[in-house]
């Protein structure tokens, strides 16, 4: 028991001795702060501020058994004028260049698509004409 309680005994004294050498006073010196010239403009700055870019919006689109399905995620844009918060709009497709539908709901189907390939354009509209960003444009195959 007496070489436990030495053994015990000498290992707080290694311990307490790391400690204390370890935690000494060498505060390192801080480092000097040059002083900034503050040199005065002839011109004052002019700010110009841009229109912001039109809104973007995204769609999804498949084909399936001769039916084109479409989905627009359009943030801003109501096409049920149900949000009052948003403003009113609706898509328009266009298939091969001739005006196929307008539609008035986010998701909607273009039913007897034409057989082969079709390039197919959707633009969204306010209901005064004005376009809501860009038209997207995209090629699918009707087998």
């Known amino acids: 028991m007496c070489i436990k309680l030495t ?12 400690v204390v050498t370890a ?7 801080p480092e000097t702060i040059e002083e900034k010239k503050i040199v005065p403009v002839s011109d004052p700055i002019i700010y110009t501020f841009q229109p912001l870019p039109q809104q973007t919006w995204s769609l999804q689109q498949f084909v399936k058994n001769g039916t084109l399905y ?11 004028g149900q949000d009052s918060k948003k403003e009113k709009g609706r898509i328009l ?13 986010a998701a909607f189907q ?26 997207k444009n995209f090629k699918i195959t009707n087998p």
Request: charged letters at 30%; one cysteine or more; glycine letters at 8%.
């Open 7 to 18: 053994k015990l005994l000498t290992y707080c004294l290694i311990c307490s001795a790391l």
């Open 23 to 29: 935690c000494n006073k060498d505060i390192p010196e």
């Open 70 to 80: 479409v989905e627009c995620y359009a943030p801003g844009i109501s096409f049920t």
């Open 93 to 105: 497709v266009f298939i091969d260049g001739e005006k196929r539908g307008e539609y008035q709901r």
């Open 110 to 135: 273009v039913k007897n698509m034409p057989k082969g390939n079709s390039d197919i354009t959707v633009k969204i509209i306010s209901d005064d004409g004005q376009p809501y960003g860009e038209e």
